[in-house]
């Protein structure tokens, strides 16, 4: 399968998927000289999966952030486009409903034909050849003489270290492991949901309102923000004062302050509350430490205590690990290529997103120059305008 590319892209997720569109529209590169490497057939597959896991119905993001080009598309395609039935808003910031979004990603990957792009692979290894890079597949080599890593933090499960001898066991799931079913959960009995952020609220209301018990285990109370960062951080008010420390310490330190980690917006906390109201959920601040299985169910121990919390079914609402995604394959590459790294081991890039020549990254490999919106749909719209300086 050895390929000579202009461009090629590792990750077709969000990031991946709107480079590749930018790339051919506004960039001009001839459809046969980009590809996109994933593992999934269809484009966003892990970010559906995830939503779908929750039961979430609205984006957290705003109508201007999708997949296409023009910031107003999404809007037009629901206003006067084929997504008339299906379009579904929460204002203010107009958010788009899952199943109008994902029909719009759909429409614009048949429209741009993006999914003839992709190759059904990962990335083994990636080296430096006269072209530019040699990325190994499990199929084949693949040269590109522009190479940028989109990767996503998909494959990294947080789990609880009380958690992590129970991986195996179906009585405790993670929320985004492919193989969690949320409709697995109706009517086994009592479901205990350990988070306390808006993937928990959302799996907490979507089974309630099925007839299941929930209760769900957080460190601390609902905390409500709009979005996960403010939006100050989409523009120059924030952003200049980010770019002004040279420091990157400093600027992973501006990042975890700027992000709501475990928050929620105030439509689902709105929603979480009247499940408590009528006694359907139970939220309980604390911090479990230990657990185990049993053929009564799983059983979760709080510190200091020796009555247990008991369930029929355990699901880590707990997120992604936050250390630098790409693992093995990653780590080798910033070794042989003596790539630059912060002390969080996150890259240190150029402006234009730059890590070695020809090589580029976005998404969350992109934080320490694009800040705390990297990770969002709004950051592949900035690392866009970044890489078009170089297309």
Known sequence: ??????????????????????????AQIPRERLRVLDPNDMPLASFFQCAEATGMRYLRSPVVHHLELDPYALRRFGRSGPGRKTARFYYPYERPGLAFFRQHVEFVVAKHRLAELRIRSRAQSIRRCPLGYAVETEYGQLTTRKLVLALGLGEQLCRPEWAKPLAGSPSVQHLFDPAFSRSSLIGVGKVLIVGGGISAAQLACSLSSQGSEVQILARHQPRVFRFDSEPEWLGPRAMERFGQASDPSLRRAMIREARHRGSMPGEVATALRAELRLGRVQWLETEIVRSSVGPDGVSLWREGTTVPILGQRVVLATGFELHRPGGKMLDEAVDSLGLACGSCGYP????????????????????????????????????????????
């Open 1 to 26: 399968m050895q390929t000579d590319l202009d461009w090629l892209i590792v990750g077709g997720g969000v990031h991946g998927t709107y480079l590749s569109n930018m790339l051919l529209q506004r």
């Open 348 to 391: 240190l890039v150029s402006r234009r997103l730059e890590w070695a020549p020809g090589l580029f990254v976005s998404g969350p490999l992109s934080e320490l120059e694009l800040g705390p919106t990297a990770r969002n749909i709004a950051g592949a719209r900035s690392a866009g305008e970044r890489l078009l300086a170089v297309a």
